[in-house]
């Protein structure tokens, strides 16, 4: 048996395969149309931010009250350390908060 394939051509321009392409482009078009993109990812991007935002806030405040409370734990300081953190946590936080808000993450 040989490796080469002499038998096989290579398959010509079918009508049906570019008929199935204009109607598949025309689709396309009707349905970009229909639905814009724009309005749709200006809205997930609202959205990502949003999330981000409540994140760096609930970060923020957990992060400082398990540093502060660790802090308390190991020197003795109840509740002071804790308190102390949560405030630095909750500056943190919106430090962070207008640093997204400004555009400069």
């Known amino acids: 048996m040989s490796d080469k ?9 079918d ?3 570019s008929s199935l392409d204009a109607r598949l482009d025309a689709a396309r078009q009707r349905e970009k149309g229909r639905n814009p993109t724009s309005e749709r990812e200006k ?6 931010v949003g999330n ?12 400082g009250a398990f540093f502060g409370w660790v802090i308390d734990q190991f020197a003795g300081t109840r509740p002071w350390g804790l308190l102390v953190m949560l405030f630095v946590g909750i ?9 997204i808000s400004n555009g400069r993450s």
């Open 5 to 13: 394939q002499t038998d096989v051509e290579p398959i010509g321009g």
């Open 15 to 17: 009508a049906r395969l």
């Open 43 to 48: 809205s997930d991007a609202n959205y990502r």
């Open 52 to 63: 981000r935002v409540l994140a760096e806030l609930i970060g923020g405040l957990a992060g």
């Open 91 to 99: 500056g943190v936080a919106f430090r962070n908060i207008i640093r």
